[in-house]
Each structure stands twice: as C-alpha cells, then as structure tokens.
C-alpha cells in the first residue's frame, strides 16, 4: 500500500518555525514507529506571491486536491500589505479552502491541566476539558443573496441573507457525526429555531441525518444563545458542538478563550469524503504569522504540532499515535517547559521554539 501523504505548506513568518519542529515528529514517527509519509513540500502566501507573482501556483493547488492531507503554517506579514487584494498572501489560503471546498471547520477546545491558570474561567470549570466545535464555513449569512447597502426611502440598509440549503446542512452534520464517533460519541447542535426559519430547517436535517444515518451517536439540540451561557457555566457537559457559520465564529473564539494561549490552538478544516472514506483536509494553527516575533525563536509550536495531531487522527486513523503525541505536549506542559508565550505572572526561563519541539519529541 502507498505511504500516507501528506503537503507541508510553512508559508510565512513563524510558518516556517513552527513547522520545523512538525518535521521533528514527522521524522520521529518514521525512526520509531515505522510510520512513514510521502511528505512534499511547497510555497503559499508571501513566499510564493516572491517567487511566482501569485500566493497560490496552479501546480500548488493541483497537489493540495491530489494529497492525503495539508498542513499549513501561517500567511501574510507587513511586507505585503500594500499588495492588491487579488495577490495578497490570504488568497491564497483562501483558494485552498474554496477549491478544496473545505466546507466543516474543526476548532478544537482542549485544556491542559498545567495550564488551566490561564483560562478566563475557574480551573475547576475548565481543568481536563476537550471539547469540538464544527463550524460551517462555506455558506449562511456570509455569502447568502441578496447582501449589500441599498437606498430605500431617504435612507440607506443594510442586507445580508441567512441561506442554508438542505444538502449544506446535511453534510456538515455528517462531518460532525463522523467526527464524535471517534469522541465521546455526543452531538450538540446549535442554532435559533425559535427566531429563525434557517435554524427550524437545520435543526430538522441535523435530526433527520441523525436518525437515518447516526442512531448510535448521542444528539442534543440548543438555541444559539443558550449554547453560549453553558459553554462558559459548564463546558465539560459537550462533546461535538455542530453549528452555522455566524454561529461557529463566536462560539469557537469563545471556547479559544476556556483555554488561553493562541499558541496552543489548532484547527482542521474538512471537506467531502475520498475515494479512501477520509475526508479532504487542511490542517493549521489558530494563530498567523505573527511577525513581531517571527525569526526570535519565540513561537510557540504547539498549534502546529496539534494541528498535525489531528490530522493523524483524522486523516490517517492513527488515532493512538496522535493521543501519544497530545500526551507528549501534555507531560511537557506539566514539567514546566514553557515558551514565552506560556510565561505566566509567576515568571521563569522560558524555551526557545526548537527546544519546545524537542521536548515534545523526546517525551
Ligand atoms: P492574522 O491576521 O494572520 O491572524 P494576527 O496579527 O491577527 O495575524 P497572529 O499573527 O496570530 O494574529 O498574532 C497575534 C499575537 O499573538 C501576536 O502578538 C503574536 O506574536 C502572538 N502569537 C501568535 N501565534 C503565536 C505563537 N505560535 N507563539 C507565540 N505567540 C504567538
Ligand atoms: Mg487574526
């Protein structure tokens, strides 16, 4: 059988860092486990816009839809910023979601003990948490017609639509039940059926897919609004947390913030199954570029590292080998090692980007 494969685009800033310290586990798995990828490597944002006048060559997104998988690491930096807005270094990423049509996106929640202190909530609320959001991301109000600012009378409106069609709703519910069978086997969908008439049809589809096709996964329905009271009284009570576009983005910053650093936080993002049952993917951390600390060493390589833990696990169904790598960053954060960006007020020596990655390795 072919090696997994896999497309490692570092693109820009603390990208390149970051992904660094990937490599070392990548290395690692093959060394100590016999677990080895076809691993090619490429450009995006600014990097590729300095060597081919565009943050996304043709050929780059040809292997993008013929991999396994792509990891990313962050886009953009100021000295682009004056770029026209067709080649700015965020096309490119948002070629690769379009065309790729990515339409689920994975934000994990999960709480590291050794850093529970940093959460905005209590430690015990959030101490041991690991909880899913699965966002959609390709349509509802952000690109629902008709939109725009229209004259009607003597003054001006504003319009967007919330638009979901029955096949959108279904397959992103399909993603998150995929996903909590490999979880705690619970779904939690949200959305504002009592206000909405969007919600009252996601609402049905998700139960409908659900009956037909998941029987065996645990599902719950919630209004929106109440879905965010419980995520900050008692987050632990969730598993997979499906929901709408406009829905998913504050609902996924809000649980970012039950477990701190944005250093820490990966995501995925998930399209339509292959031929081999797996789903299209990109896999990244939360953060950009960060260019006030790229090239200091500073970065923190946690997301990426998470971030390539989840596509272990959703990409390849080596499941046990990203619960190994997750325990790795787990006893690492427990012994103390910190990058800058995990300093907390008590102070200390932090590590450097390398000497993070090679703790992780080694534990
Ligand atoms: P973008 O528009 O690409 O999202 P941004 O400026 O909004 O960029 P980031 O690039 O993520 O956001 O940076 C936000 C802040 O978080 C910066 O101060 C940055 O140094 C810090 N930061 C981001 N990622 C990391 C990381 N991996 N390790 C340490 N600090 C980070
Ligand atoms: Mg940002």
Redesign the pocket.
Known sequence: MANPSLLILSGD??GPE?MAEVKKVIAWLDAKRGITFDVSEDLVGGCAYDRHGTPLHDDTMAKAQAVDAVLLG???GPKYDSLDFSVKP?RGLLRLRKEMDLYANLRPAQCFDALADFSSLKKEVVAGLDIMIVRELTSGVYFGEPRGIFTEGNERVGINTQRYTESEIARVARSAFELARRRGNKVCSMEKANVMESGILWRQVVQEVHDKEYPDVQLSHMYADAGAMQLTRNPKQFDVIVTDNLFGDLLSDLAAMLTG???MLPSASLGAPMENGRPKALYE?????????AGQG???????ILSFAMALRYSFDLGDEATRLEKAVEKVLADGVR???LMGPAGGTPVNTAQMGDAIVAA
Request: proline fraction near 14%; include cysteine.
């Open positions: 800033g603390i970051v962050a886009v953009g965020e650093s944005l250093g951390p939360v953060h950009g570029s960060a260019p006030d600390i500073k970065a923190n390589p946690i997301a990426c990058t800058p960006d």
